[in-house]
């Protein structure tokens, strides 16, 4: 079955450093294009980043020049650098593939940044 899972979220103060990582078992990783999503307390998931399996990118508006998206096809992982975090990048984020139109997510890893 298909199972994403996150690591490497944590506390760190404003304008530090963060990289998550997603494992991936269970797929043809190199043909899945990935995302990563965030949910802060209160509001709706939202679409941080994605890569499609030919390494395009997009990101979010608040993140842009901020964050970069990555994968390792030799490794099942994507990754998500995160840098200049601010209190606003407070949440707990979420890796996704897509399978047959049906969605997979990971459980989870909680980003705290502090001021």
């Known amino acids: 079955q298909v199972q994403l899972v996150e690591s490497g979220g944590g506390l760190v103060q404003a304008g530090g450093s963060l990289r998550l990582s997603c494992a991936a078992s269970g797929i043809i990783f190199s043909i899945n294009n990935m995302g990563w999503y965030r949910q802060a307390p209160g509001k709706q998931r939202e679409l941080v980043a994605s890569i499609s399996f030919d390494t395009t990118t997009s990101y979010a508006d608040s993140v842009k020049g901020r964050f970069t998206i990555s994968r390792d096809n030799a490794k099942n992982t994507v990754y998500l650098q995160m840098t200049s975090l601010n209190p606003e990048d407070t949440a707990v984020y979420y890796c996704?593939?897509?399978?047959?139109?049906?969605?997979?997510w990971g459980r989870g890893t909680q980003v705290t940044v502090s001021s």
């Open positions: 996704n593939t897509r399978v047959r139109m049906y969605d997979y």
